[in-house]
């Protein structure tokens, strides 16, 4: 590499070694199942021996349980994205492709995202909004692909899925994940089948919207 006369030559930048970047993953992905199993406030040095590695790799990778937290939280939103777009192309059926969706978003503990998202947590992050985004945008034309082809009841919108999903993945208080999982897809299914047409009755109020839900949640 060459330097223009009378400047510092460029540094390069070490890519991280895949055993490192292995051990991240195992730890955000210890984090994400016990943060579901018994909530954020987990012992920290409890995550390090589920994900198999020692206390310093993991104040290494995240010095704050608020790093940890964020970390979690963007790659639950990374891989609840990555089931809607394959349910998105996979499925020739509209209302498929939907119902996919909300079972898979399920399964991910989506309704786990809540809890992580308050106190001090930084919602305005870059990354979060992005993803955030993104979401929005790929459920957004599940919904709108289902209506079109008259799959789906018009008078429900993103909000309204996004609340129910997230209200229908979370833990009663005092249960455990383990007896509660039994119900989810349950429920889930009858929340479903009131979205498909006909509708059998009206529902109060408008179609919610996700800009809705962030105008509510700021003003409480």
């Known amino acids: 590499m060459t330097s223009t006369p009378g400047t510092a030559p460029a540094r390069r930048v070490p890519r991280p070694r895949a055993d490192a970047l292995r051990n991240r993953e195992r730890l955000v992905t210890a984090a994400r199942e016990m943060f579901v199993e018994f909530g954020c406030q987990v012992p920290y040095d409890e995550v390090a021996r589920r994900a198999g590695v020692g206390n310093a790799t993991l104040y290494r990778n995240f010095p704050e349980r608020s790093d940890l937290v964020h970390e ?80 789906m009841r018009t008078d429900v919108g993103l909000g309204d899925l996004m609340v129910a999903l997230s209200q229908l993945t979370r833990p009663l208080p005092g249960t455990g994940c383990e007896s509660f999982d039994q119900f989810v897809h349950r429920h889930l299914q009858i929340f479903l089948d009131g979205l498909e047409l006909p509708a059998r009755s009206e529902l109060p109020g408008k179609a919610a919207t996700l800009e809705d839900l962030r105008r509510d949640s700021c003003s409480s």
């Open 72 to 151: 979690v939280v963007l790659s639950l939103v990374d891989r609840v994205i990555e089931v809607a777009e394959r349910a998105t192309e996979e499925e020739g059926d509209t209302f498929a492709a939907l119902r996919r969706f909300v079972h898979g978003a399920a399964d991910e503990r989506v309704g786990a995202l809540c809890p992580m998202l308050e106190g001090d947590f930084d919602k305005d992050h870059p990354d979060l909004i992005a993803g955030r985004d993104r979401l929005g945008e790929v459920v957004q034309g599940l919904i709108e692909r289902a209506q079109r082809a008259g799959r």
